[in-house]
């Protein structure tokens, strides 16, 4: 993964407070970590950051669209992805990403890179499974579903029914004592 200088945010420069800084996340944020999970993004990213005396507080947003493919039909749709994430930044010897919501840089930096936090945030948010909205409510019409309906396993209730008929009335007389007690 190459180094993005757009989401190098540059902190010793920056006054005390809160500072917001937007990107727009595209297909080619993602090809540069080698992530072809979906063919097309359009996602906005919102970072506030709380600068204080000691430390860093980033807040992300994110809220967007993925085009991917539905796991039942292989159609491609738009699939609404949002998330947020809190992390905070410490300084100290040497650089420290173990924990999800602390990062500590080593004292001489200067500079935060927040496109891995980024990436992360909004892979996360995408669902293991991806089903097209048209297959939830029944207004797709494609070829694989209409295989799959074809194909669809239905009950046969005329033999139900008819094998309630062949039932030996003794059966039912049995079935009575079981719910007179």
């Not at 200088?5 to 809160?18: A, D, M, S, T, Y």
């Not at 979906?38 to 430390?55: G, P, R």
């Not at 738009?78 to 905070?88: A, I, Q, R, S, T």
């Not at 892979?123 to 499974?129: G, T």
Request: net charge negative; proline share 4%.
């Amino acid at each position: 993964m190459k180094q993005l200088n757009e989401f190098l945010i540059p902190f010793v420069g920056l006054k005390l407070g809160k500072h917001q800084f937007e990107y727009q996340i595209s297909k080619a944020f993602f090809d540069s970590f080698d992530y072809d999970e979906f063919e097309s993004s359009d996602i906005k990213v919102n970072v506030v950051l709380d600068k204080k005396s000691t430390m860093l507080e980033l807040k992300f947003k994110h809220k967007g669209t993925v085009h991917v493919p539905c796991d039942l039909t292989n159609e491609m749709f738009d699939l609404p992805v949002k998330g947020e994430v809190k992390l905070v930044v410490q300084f100290g010897e040497a650089y420290n990403d173990d924990n999800d919501e602390l990062l500590i840089l080593p004292h001489g930096e200067h500079q935060l890179d927040v496109s891995q936090i980024i990436y992360e945030m909004i892979a996360l948010s995408i669902p293991l499974r991806r089903v097209h909205p048209g297959v939830k409510d029944g207004t797709l019409d494609s070829e694989a579903l209409r295989k799959l309906n074809e194909l669809r396993v239905e009950e046969k209730k005329a033999e139900k029914n008819k094998q309630e008929e062949n039932i030996d009335p003794r059966w039912d007389e049995l079935k009575k004592l079981l719910t007179d007690k």
